[in-house]
């Protein structure tokens, strides 16, 4: 028997799925263990294990691949625990990472923060300026040398550098997205000095043109770098010790998986991995179901994420802001808040009720985890409302204790705002329910889609209890929650499901349409590219598929549109044709007429993406089907909850999920207890369940 397993470590928890092809999936759930967060990870694979009846060696060995999503590369940048870090840059330009191209004030902040010009500030610098050092050379736009690499000065700058301690050294010349020459020549000098060094050169990680954006990448992929590798490599002797056959991937930001020894030297291409997991999943499961357009929502323990599937695939987005820094890394678009389940509700000094984006995470935890947390959550919130039980999570193996949830709500928001207990949890869980419902409000239409022509696909630990709360008012058709033998761990099943995942890039800016001839060569030479970072990968692909981009802009514009490339041989039509497409993107997003063609078409940067799959069968199994809709056999019990303000508390009946068939119906209020996670339905809802064991909820 074949195996292979997805692994998503969160802030809070850490999930696994494991698929043995042949239609048996099981899921597991365990704490995240910061900061060793190997031992969580051998603990899931462990469960997951014992869910499929073998022993670990005997599933590990029989295992054709690992797929991990994991939260470290992300949060060393934002918690800035990362590698100390030096540069290298061309003579005259290491200020660009300081004067930041007049973008640093408002880089990754809101609209209200953007007029609030008085409080904008520059964020505090990747690096000091000590450790940000210059070298002689030029390259020109063309990549003709002008002037030569000064290697004695590097030699210098090299010694300099190694003797202060850093861990990484970030190399960034002028113009080496056009001709690396220099910055190879200069990674073989440093190298003649320290061999054992990190060095990313930012013809590696970002050939685009833009020194700020491609400088911080650079920078940002050295910080994480050393901390990934220090990270991966034990974890993956530890798992080839125990067995482990195939190899272990690591999820990237695009949505596919990269080798975890290929993994460090690309590092800032996995910050978004566990965030671009649930999409993939999402994606997965609506190729099953036929759906086309799907709005993926996540609410861990940590934050709430919201990603789309449009016609069948994820929206992408050429790059990420992190701390105000811009990342040149292809990403799938992820929107996101701190507003989890461990989300930290209080009161400001003006009097309003917050809640996040500051996490209990796992350590200590929500107030009721009995932990030590003292501070009130979204999950202290649901237990007081009863939406969650007492007997607690994971199955029973976490109680929660109701007590200790009433007194932080008590201390922090019901005293403070004049509430009473169960006034102050249900302003926190309608809070909750605004937040997130803002949240896709604003991914949805601001990237000029309607989401009436959308299903929702609703997941996580807190996704469930929130879902019809944060969809009702947004207008999609219905809401589905995945269960079956994913559950709550459906990003795990994201990374399992997922393909191998390689891109290249190059920019070549210049007016648009080029001749076809130019054109097709451009990617000719990516896909080129491709093909051999595959084959460094060391996996056996069943089939591989390659899709082509162009990120164009209509002249003296400061941002460009991704515009998808036809496959085979361009032709003399094949540049207006992509222009045109290009156009109807532009208007669907900003407005019918907003175009202005004559104001010329600008090509920067041309792309390469290719999906490899690693041809695993990873197809949800179909469940029993009902006799009836009744499901009164899948009576758990009847308790008092709060879903609505308005109508209070009153009996609800609880259902027990392993119970429940496919047709059985469940009319609102009610809740389903699934060993992971609840299901919130509220009155006027109904819940379905569908042929994969999933519950489809609509709503009046």
Same mark, same amino acid.
């Given at each position: 028997?074949?195996?292979?397993?997805?692994?998503?470590?969160?802030?809070?928890?850490?999930?696994?799925?494991?698929?043995?092809?042949?239609?048996?999936?099981?899921?597991?759930?365990?704490?995240?263990?910061?900061?060793?967060?190997?031992?969580?990870?051998?603990?899931?694979?462990?469960?997951?294990?014992?869910?499929?009846?073998?022993?670990?060696?005997?599933?590990?060995?029989?295992?054709?691949?690992?797929?991990?999503?994991?939260?470290?590369?992300?949060?060393?940048?934002?918690?800035?625990?990362?590698?100390?870090?030096?540069?290298?840059?061309?003579?005259?330009?290491?200020?660009?990472?300081?004067?930041?191209?007049?973008?640093?004030?408002?880089?990754?902040?809101?609209?209200?923060?953007?007029?609030?010009?008085?409080?904008?500030?520059?964020?505090?610098? $990747?690096?000091?300026?000590?450790?940000?050092?210059?070298?002689?050379?030029?390259?020109?736009?063309?990549?003709?040398?002008?002037?030569?690499?000064?290697?004695?000065?590097?030699?210098?700058?090299?010694?300099?550098?190694?003797?202060?301690?850093?861990?990484?050294?970030?190399?960034?010349?002028?113009?080496?997205?056009?001709?690396?020459?220099?910055?190879?020549?200069?990674?073989?000098?440093?190298?003649?000095?320290?061999?054992?060094?990190?060095?990313?050169?930012?013809?590696?990680?970002?050939?685009?043109?833009?020194?700020?954006?491609?400088?911080?990448?650079?920078?940002?992929?050295?910080?994480?770098?050393?901390?990934?590798?220090?990270?991966?490599?034990?974890?993956?002797?530890? $798992?080839?010790?125990?067995?482990?056959?195939?190899?272990?991937?690591?999820?990237?930001?695009?949505?596919?998986?990269?080798?975890?020894?290929?993994?460090?030297?690309?590092?800032?291409?996995?910050?978004?991995? /566990?965030?671009?997991?649930?999409?993939?999943?999402?994606?997965?499961?609506?190729?099953?179901?036929?759906?086309?357009?799907?709005?993926?929502?996540?609410?861990?323990?940590?934050?709430?994420?919201?990603?789309?599937?449009?016609?069948?695939?994820?929206?992408?987005?050429?790059?990420?802001?992190?701390?105000?820094?811009?990342?040149?890394?292809?990403?799938?678009?992820?929107?996101?808040?701190?507003?989890?389940?461990?989300?930290?509700?209080?009161?400001?000094?003006?009097?309003?009720?917050?809640?996040?984006?500051?996490?209990?995470?796992?350590?200590?935890?929500?107030?009721?985890?009995?932990?030590?947390?003292?501070?009130?959550?979204?999950?202290?919130?649901?237990?007081?409302?009863?939406?969650?039980?007492?007997?607690?999570?994971?199955?029973?193996?976490?109680?929660?204790?109701?007590?200790?949830?009433?007194?932080?709500?008590?201390?922090?928001?019901?005293?403070?705002?004049?509430?009473?207990?169960?006034?102050?949890?249900?302003?926190?869980?309608?809070?909750?329910?605004?937040?997130?419902?803002?949240?896709?409000?604003?991914?949805?239409?601001?990237?000029?889609?309607?989401?009436?022509?959308?299903?929702?696909?609703?997941?996580?630990?807190?996704?469930?209890?929130?879902?019809?709360?944060?969809?009702?008012?947004?207008?999609?058709?219905?809401?589905?929650?995945?269960?079956?033998?994913?559950?709550?761990?459906?990003?795990?099943?994201?990374?399992?499901?997922?393909?191998?995942?390689?891109?290249?890039?190059?920019?070549?800016?210049?007016?648009?349409?080029?001749?076809?001839?130019?054109?097709?060569?451009?990617?000719?030479?990516?896909?080129?590219?491709?093909?051999?970072?595959?084959?460094?990968?060391?996996?056996?692909?069943?089939?591989?598929?390659?899709?082509?981009?162009?990120?164009?802009?209509?002249?003296?514009?400061?941002?460009?549109?991704?515009?998808?490339?036809?496959?085979?041989?361009?032709?003399?039509?094949?540049?207006?044709?992509?222009?045109?497409?290009?156009?109807?993107?532009?208007?669907?997003?900003?407005?019918?007429?907003?175009?202005?063609?004559?104001?010329? /078409?600008?090509?920067?940067?041309?792309?390469?993406?290719?999906?490899?799959?690693?041809?695993?069968?990873?197809?949800?199994?179909?469940?029993?089907?009902?006799?009836?809709?009744?499901?009164?056999?899948?009576?758990?019990?009847?308790?008092?909850?709060? $879903?609505?303000?308005?109508?209070?508390?009153?009996?609800?009946?609880?259902?027990?999920?392993?119970?429940?068939?496919?047709?059985?119906?469940?009319?609102?209020?009610?809740?389903?207890?699934?060993?992971?996670?609840?299901?919130?339905?509220?009155?006027?809802?109904?819940?379905?369940?569908?042929?994969?064991?999933?519950?489809?909820?609509?709503?009046?």
């Amino acid at each position: 028997m074949a195996y292979a397993l997805g692994i998503d470590v969160g802030g809070t928890f850490t999930d696994g799925v494991a698929s043995d092809g042949a239609g048996r999936i099981v899921a597991a759930k365990t704490q995240t263990t910061p900061p060793h967060r190997e031992v969580g990870v051998m603990r899931v694979i462990e469960d997951l294990a014992g869910e499929l009846g073998v022993s670990v060696r005997e599933m590990l060995s029989q295992t054709d691949y690992i797929a991990h999503g994991t939260t470290a590369s992300i949060n060393a940048l934002i918690q800035r625990d990362v590698a100390d870090v030096a540069l290298i840059a061309t003579k005259g330009h290491r200020d660009s990472i300081y004067i930041m191209n007049a973008e640093g004030r408002t880089l990754g902040r809101s609209a209200h923060e953007i007029q609030d010009t008085l409080r904008q500030r520059k964020p505090q610098g $990747l690096i000091p300026k000590y450790r940000a050092l210059e070298v002689t050379e030029r390259i020109d736009y063309a990549g003709r040398v002008l002037v030569p690499l000064d290697e004695d000065e590097v030699r210098r700058v090299a010694l300099s550098l190694v003797e202060q301690g850093v861990e990484a050294i970030a190399v960034c010349l002028l113009w080496s997205f056009k001709n690396d020459a220099h910055e190879r020549r200069v990674r073989d000098l440093i190298h003649e000095i320290d061999p054992d060094m990190y060095v990313t050169l930012s013809s590696d990680v970002s050939p685009r043109i833009r020194e700020f954006a491609r400088t911080s990448t650079t920078i940002m992929n050295a910080q994480v770098g050393p901390r990934l590798r220090t990270y991966l490599e034990p974890l993956q002797k530890q $798992l080839e010790e125990s067995g482990l056959s195939g190899p272990l991937l690591v999820m990237q930001s695009e949505g596919g998986t990269i080798t975890a020894d290929r993994a460090p030297e690309h590092a800032i291409t996995t910050i978004g991995s /566990v965030l671009s997991g649930g999409v993939i999943g999402g994606m997965r499961m609506a190729e099953q179901l036929g759906h086309r357009n799907v709005i993926t929502t996540d609410v861990g323990g940590t934050t709430f994420l919201a990603g789309l599937i449009v016609d069948g695939e994820p929206v992408m987005a050429p790059g990420s802001i992190v701390n105000q820094f811009p990342i040149n890394a292809p990403t799938i678009r992820v929107h996101t808040i701190g507003s989890g389940g461990g989300a930290l509700a209080s009161v400001d000094a003006g009097g309003n009720l917050r809640l996040g984006p500051q996490s209990a995470e796992a350590v200590p935890g929500p107030a009721c985890y009995g932990n030590g947390g003292r501070r009130p959550t979204n999950t202290d919130a649901n237990l007081v409302l009863g939406i969650l039980s007492e007997r607690g999570l994971l199955g029973g193996r976490k109680p929660l204790r109701k007590d200790l949830a009433e007194d932080a709500i008590r201390e922090h928001v019901a005293e403070p705002l004049g509430l009473s207990v169960h006034e102050a949890a249900v302003a926190i869980h309608e809070v909750q329910n605004a937040q997130a419902g803002d949240l896709l409000r604003r991914s949805v239409v601001q990237a000029g889609y309607d989401p009436r022509d959308f299903v929702a696909y609703a997941f996580g630990g807190a996704g469930p209890a929130h879902c019809v709360g944060y969809c009702r008012d947004l207008g999609v058709s219905e809401v589905l929650v995945p269960l079956g033998p994913v559950a709550s761990a459906f990003s795990a099943y994201g990374l399992v499901a997922s393909d191998v995942v390689i891109s290249a890039e190059l920019s070549s800016p210049s007016s648009f349409p080029i001749d076809h001839v130019e054109l097709q060569g451009h990617f000719e030479q990516l896909e080129v590219d491709v093909e051999r970072a595959l084959e460094r990968q060391g996996v056996t692909f069943k089939d591989v598929t390659v899709q082509r981009e162009v990120d164009l802009r209509y002249s003296m514009q400061v941002s460009e549109l991704t515009t998808a490339v036809p496959e085979g041989l361009l032709d003399q039509r094949s540049g207006d044709d992509i222009v045109r497409t290009f156009e109807e993107q532009y208007e669907r997003i900003n407005g019918s007429g907003a175009g202005y063609r004559e104001a010329g /078409v600008q090509a920067i940067t041309y792309r390469v993406r290719a999906k490899a799959s690693l041809g695993f069968p990873v197809l949800l199994p179909e469940i029993e089907v009902a006799e009836t809709t009744d499901p009164t056999a899948a009576l758990l019990e009847e308790r008092s909850v709060c $879903l609505d303000s308005q109508r209070g508390f009153e009996t609800t009946p609880v259902y027990e999920y392993s119970r429940l068939r496919a047709g059985h119906e469940l009319v609102g209020p009610a809740i389903v207890d699934v060993p992971t996670t609840v299901v919130v339905i509220p009155a006027r809802s109904t819940g379905r369940v569908d042929r994969l064991g999933n519950l489809v909820v609509t709503y009046q």
